[in-house]
């Protein structure tokens, strides 16, 4: 998954957008923006397992 983040101009000020491959997310600061981005990156990265019933039934 691409995460971008990019700064949006707008005529009430600046906001910021978190951009997850076609989805958006918009922030109204760069820090949390930032930490958005960050525990998506942590929590993407994480390892993850399936529940037991998914696991029968693929097998």
């Known amino acids: 998954m691409k ?9 009430q000020g600046t906001q910021w957008q978190v951009q997850l491959d076609q989805h958006a ?5 760069e820090a949390e923006a930032r930490a958005f981005a960050n525990t ?8 993850h397992r399936f529940p037991e019933s998914q696991q029968r ?3």
Not at 40 to 47: F, G, S, V
Request: no cysteine.
């Open 3 to 11: 995460i971008l983040i990019k700064e949006l101009a707008k005529s």
């Open 40 to 47: 998506l990156e942590t929590r993407l990265h994480a390892p």
């Open 25 to 29: 997310v918009t922030f109204r600061s």
């Open 57 to 59: 039934a693929a097998s």
